[in-house]
């Protein structure tokens, strides 16, 4: 069955980094596009970051764009979310998905916060 892990996410202060990781399982994963969204409290989901199934092609929000990296290691079967300049209003669960959204993984959190 297909299963996608979170993992990397924590407290940081402003201006400060993290690394998501997302481990997928249950499917070949070299052949999906794959993508990030995070929720905030009383917001709807949003997409932060896509990235093609050799990683060739990537697109973010424009909130995020300049700040955030997304990227993927086909033969570890893991995709990869660098934040830097983490600001408050990136604090959220963070959601691996394969595709847009076609399968979920449990989320991380991700607190911005002096």
């Known amino acids: 069955q297909v299963q996608l892990v979170e993992s990397g996410g924590g407290l940081v202060q402003p201006g400060g980094s993290l690394r998501l990781s997302c481990a997928a399982s249950?499917?070949?994963?070299?052949?999906?596009?794959m993508s990030w969204y995070r929720q905030a409290p009383g917001k709807e989901r949003e997409l932060v970051a896509a990235?093609?199934?050799?990683?060739?092609?990537?697109n973010y929000a424009d909130s995020v764009k300049g700040r955030f990296t997304i990227s993927r290691d086909n033969a570890k079967k893991t995709m990869y979310l660098q934040m830097n300049s983490l600001r408050p209003e990136d604090t959220a669960v963070y959601y691996c998905?394969?595709?847009?959204?076609?399968?979920w993984g449990q989320g991380t959190q991700v607190t911005v916060s002096s």
């Open positions: 998905t394969r595709g847009f959204g076609d399968y």
């Open positions: 249950g499917f070949t994963f070299s052949s999906y596009a």
């Open positions: 990235i093609s199934t050799a990683g060739y092609s990537t």
